[in-house]
């Protein structure tokens, strides 16, 4: 199918573009990297009456950062982090998840601001950010606000953004030494979305867990932050097998969504094993 | 505020402008409005990989971007593709590993066959299969298609 009409702005600044999602008359989508709304669009499953393409606001695509936090630019590509030095420096897990979303020619055009205000539960970055503490920026007309990552994701394609806002910003903190990682997730063919997966943080510079997160992501509505794992991993040694199993035996307690192709017996199997490598990789 | 838009496109050298509806993807543009044909229309949600071309270098999926995004950029299609250097060598190549069938797919896969032999991807199996993952190919069972690309990288590229 094709998209219904439509009118379009491609505004050049971030206030122009403000003013055009502040229209309370109509309804007007922004439009990032366009690879999950222009399906939407074609599928006609969103048909706004305005869309404002954000990719000529330069001051959304930079990447800074100072000695506390990396500041990443709504409009920053997945191509563009995939190559920003300043990122494989400070964030590696970024880097190494790169790879497992979708496929070039989507990374090529898809932007982390468009990935986070989706909010697709089975993709990676909205867990990502979750796992990492990042702080969500959001712009109005009127001002700017922040959003911790676990409270902007509030269910399935739905987060705190308001219709007249727009992320702007992504900010996620740095330590002295980057945070150990474990990530792993489990699709049907490389780059598709996952059917479960998990991610594990650690600070880096301990031979035990510490400050640790324990994020899943594609078997629930929105990114799941198990605490109750997180507080049994805290001060165990990571390559302790016995504690491992144990994490993951608190996995047992918990419902998680089915969807059409698995039940929710099957996602908590997936999450387990998700969760068992995404451990196991700890040590690596 | 308009549905309709003018736009300037670079497509295999020859510059185009035109004026068209904001709506419509650039595929369809390149297709109905230009006749570059070569480029195909597969599923149009950007899981296929069919539409796959090259605008200013990099791979995108010509069915998840509108033709007004595509002002001012230039756009190679398979139409457009060399018959030397490394476009030329994966086209050799193809033919003869029998890397295609019906070719609904071998524009798009000789798309992101080149962004993996220009970005220096080397001679493995396994990179080449996940380089190419997001193009389906339902004749080939991809075997002959990952021997073609392979060939070419073990090569140096060309």
Do not use: W
């Amino acid at each position: 199918m094709k998209a219904a009409s439509f009118l379009y702005e491609l505004p050049e600044d971030l206030n122009t573009a403000l003013q055009l999602l502040n229209s309370s008359d109509i309804d007007v989508l922004p439009l990032a990297g366009g690879q999950s709304l222009m399906p939407m669009m074609n599928f006609r499953v969103s048909q706004p009456d305005l869309l404002v393409d954000l990719n000529k606001i330069d001051s959304l695509k930079k990447i800074d950062s100072d000695s506390n936090s990396i500041k990443i630019g709504s409009m920053v590509k997945y191509s563009d982090m995939e190559k920003s030095d300043l990122i494989k420096e400070k964030i590696p897990l970024i880097n190494n998840v790169i790879p497992f979303v979708a496929h070039s020619a989507i990374r090529n055009r898809g932007t982390i601001g468009g990935s986070i205000a989706l909010a697709d539960p089975a993709a990676e970055f909205p867990s990502l950010l979750v796992s990492l503490d990042a702080t969500i920026e959001l712009m109005n007309i009127k001002g700017t606000r922040e959003v911790k990552s676990e409270d902007f994701f509030t269910g399935i394609f739905e987060t705190d953004r308001k219709t007249n806002e727009l992320v702007t910003s992504i900010n996620i903190p740095i330590n002295k030494s980057p945070k150990k990682f474990g990530f792993y997730e489990i699709t049907r063919r490389h780059g598709d979305y996952a059917m479960a997966g998990a991610f594990v943080t650690t600070d880096g510079d301990k031979k035990e867990f510490s400050n640790s997160r324990v994020v899943l992501f594609a078997v629930s509505t929105k990114p799941l932050r198990i605490i109750d794992i997180e507080v049994f991993l805290n001060g165990n040694l990571l390559n302790d097998v016995s504690v491992q199993e144990n994490a993951i035996d608190i996995i047992n307690g918990y419902e998680f969504e089915g969807d059409l192709h698995n039940d929710t017996e099957a996602k908590k199997t997936y999450a387990k094993v998700s969760l068992k490598r995404a451990l196991g990789e700890l040590n690596g | 505020m308009a549905d309709t838009r003018t736009i300037t496109v670079n497509v295999n050298g020859e510059v185009h402008t035109n004026t068209i509806n904001v709506r419509k993807n650039l595929i369809d543009y390149l297709r109905d409005d230009l006749g570059f044909t070569g480029s195909h229309v597969g599923c149009e949600h950007g899981v296929c990989g069919a539409c796959t071309l090259d605008i200013n270098g990099e791979t995108v999926r010509s069915c998840l971007m509108l033709a007004v995004q595509a002002d001012g950029t230039a756009i190679t299609t398979i139409e457009g593709l060399a018959d030397n250097g490394v476009a030329g060598d994966l086209k050799k190549s193809f033919a003869e590993k029998n890397a295609l069938q019906c070719g609904y797919c071998t524009p798009g896969m000789l798309a992101s066959a080149i962004e993996y032999i220009n970005a220096g991807g080397n001679a493995d199996k396994d990179k080449i299969r996940r380089h190419i993952s997001g193009n389906y190919c339902r004749c080939t069972g991809y075997q002959a298609i990952v021997e073609a690309i392979y060939s070419v990288a073990e090569n140096g590229g060309n």
